[in-house]
């Protein structure tokens, strides 16, 4: 038997319980793992609201990431021991995901748990730090450099971007860091933002090209802050768009990028191919200050999610937030 959340959904609606399962109840898979932590993600709060059809089948453990032991594996790369990360492939929204003792998932969608990192520290990075770094990544493969000129990473003060100011600082970059908290300056400024932006001063509908200020840009929050942002971009500036925790929508015009031809990068972490994960886990081992990581983490234990999924879709949450399980 383990203990899961379990979310459900009858004529009454949506519910949301820990449960005791037997291990019979587990999805197919070739690898089962026990888990030892998940995290809280800004999807993970749609699942558990049921704010947005994130979940696709009921019952659901919630949970798009986790790290464990493997204890059993017919998957030619892991063998019972193995310590393993999962971030992604549907899992918490399609097939049952990591806020659950246990798991049984595809061995193909499994990473390694990198040797710099302890099960709780992997989680505390979890989908949105290593979203953090495909964006990094993206920015370099499009050439940008910390010579290139400032950088702005907006929602600085959720997950994806407290680790995307903190890896960014830590390679050099002037990181102006955009906030609807502006009580978290200190804070962020501590992770290394050389500027703190209040996000109402991009909130509202800008021009097709404003001032030039930023050479590179990672962005959780989409609607009109991208818009404005790849309007301030800096000529040959590129945009890592990864969010919309403020909107789906783009109302933008073509200007930045055919005018100043600017590079608008999609990040999408979920279906990204192994290579790129193995990339973005071994430079999160090299890039992201272990201080920083601690500072920006909180803990709780799977009863009190359900509580945080709201504060997350709210922009209340503070960095990232590990679930222990095990
Ligand atoms: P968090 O909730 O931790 O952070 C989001 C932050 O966005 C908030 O903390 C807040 O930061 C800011 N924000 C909140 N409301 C608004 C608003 N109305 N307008 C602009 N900014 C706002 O979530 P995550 O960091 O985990 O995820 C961020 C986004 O990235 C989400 O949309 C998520 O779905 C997406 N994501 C996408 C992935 C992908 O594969 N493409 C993977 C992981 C995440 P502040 O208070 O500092 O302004």
Redesign the pocket.
Known sequence: MFQALLIDKTDAGQTVAIQSLHDDALPDGDVTVDVACSSL???DGLAITGASPVVRKFPMVPGIDFCGTVSASSHPDFAPGDAVVLNGWGVGEGHWGGMAQRARVKGDWLVPLPSAFTPEQAMAIG??GY?AMLCVLALERHGVTPASGPVVV????????TVAVAVLAHLGYEVHA????LS?TEFLKSLGAAEVID?ATLSAPGKPLAKERWAGAVD??G?Q?LANVCAAMKYRGVVAA?????GMGFPATVAPFILRGVTLAG????MAPKADRLQAWARLATDLPMHHLQALTTTVGLSEVAALAPA?LA?Q?RGRVVVKVA
Do not use: F, P
Request: aromatic fraction near 2%.
């Open positions: 993600n800004y999807k989908t949105a979203t907006t929602g600085a003060a959720g997950g994806v971007g955009v906030t609807g908290r978290e996000r959780v929050a609607g802050v990864c969010g919309l925790a403020g990040i999408d972490s979920v997350i922009g949450v």
